[in-house]
């Protein structure tokens, strides 16, 4: 009984030291793939983003202000998702913490006018520029 026990526990390890290794080999092998892909990938993104850089200083004919308006984009397009994480985060302060603490309501409620104000500045300020540069250089 004890050896049917031992060869039992052998043959369990050598089938999950197999299937490790046959598991491995095929997820090294989906890796390559998926490398090749995500290089092409990002070869692309990379000249889309050069592209856009281009569009952007032919659109507005100097290198400095179409470099400014690429990145005011940028700033533009990523301020969305983290002003949201920002006023869901005083919400949770505020209407969460804060009902037990006073002290935590009023630092939730700073937290969501500061990440609104952000959100509308980071929202506006590429309009601003762009009728600035236009009305400013007629």
């Not at 290794?21 to 050069?50: G, P, R």
């Not at 200083?57 to 940028?74: C, F, P, R």
């Not at 804060?98 to 959100?119: A, S």
């Amino acid at each position: 009984m004890n050896i049917m026990k031992k060869t039992l526990i052998i043959i369990t390890l050598f089938a999950i030291i197999f299937g490790m290794f046959i598991c491995t080999n095929k997820v090294y092998a989906a890796e390559q793939a998926i490398d090749e892909q995500t290089e092409s990938k990002l070869v692309e993104i990379k000249e889309e983003a050069t592209n856009s850089l281009e569009d952007y200083q032919e659109k507005y004919g100097s290198d400095i202000y179409g470099l400014v308006a690429y990145i005011l984009n940028i700033i533009r397009i990523y301020s969305i998702p983290f002003c949201f994480l920002g006023i869901a985060i005083g919400a949770i302060h505020k209407y969460v913490v804060g009902v037990r603490k006073l002290d935590t309501l009023e630092k939730g409620m700073g937290l969501i006018v500061t990440f609104i104000t952000l959100l509308i500045i980071c929202q506006i300020l590429p309009l601003a520029f762009a009728v600035f540069v236009k009305l400013g250089r007629g």
